[in-house]
């Protein structure tokens, strides 16, 4: 199982399921990251948080554990 956060800067990547319970989940759908939908990792900072992507036309910032909650394919 690989996770957004496992992901290398430059890579593209399809959303397979998301993990997380209620409001968690909630936010991040609200977000746009939606089972199906492209992802693309623009940038990791040194320490690993935060991750930003860009996911429909925007660009996202999301820490470490969302992005751990996103499992990729």
């Known amino acids: 199982m690989r ?3 496992d992901i290398a800067c ?3 990547v399809r959303v397979k399921k998301l993990s ?8 991040i759908m609200d977000m ?6 492209e992802v ?3 940038k990791v900072a040194p ?4 991750v930003e992507v ?5 660009e996202l910032s999301l820490r470490k554990a969302d ?5 990729v394919e």
């Open 3 to 5: 996770t957004l956060r």
């Open 32 to 37: 746009g990251i939606t089972k199906g939908v």
């Open 10 to 12: 430059g890579q593209s």
């Open 20 to 27: 997380g319970e209620g409001p968690v989940r909630r936010r």
């Open 40 to 42: 693309y990792v623009r």
């Open 67 to 71: 992005a751990e909650m996103i499992e």
């Open 54 to 58: 860009t996911v429909r036309g925007y």
């Open 47 to 50: 320490l690993g948080d935060p």
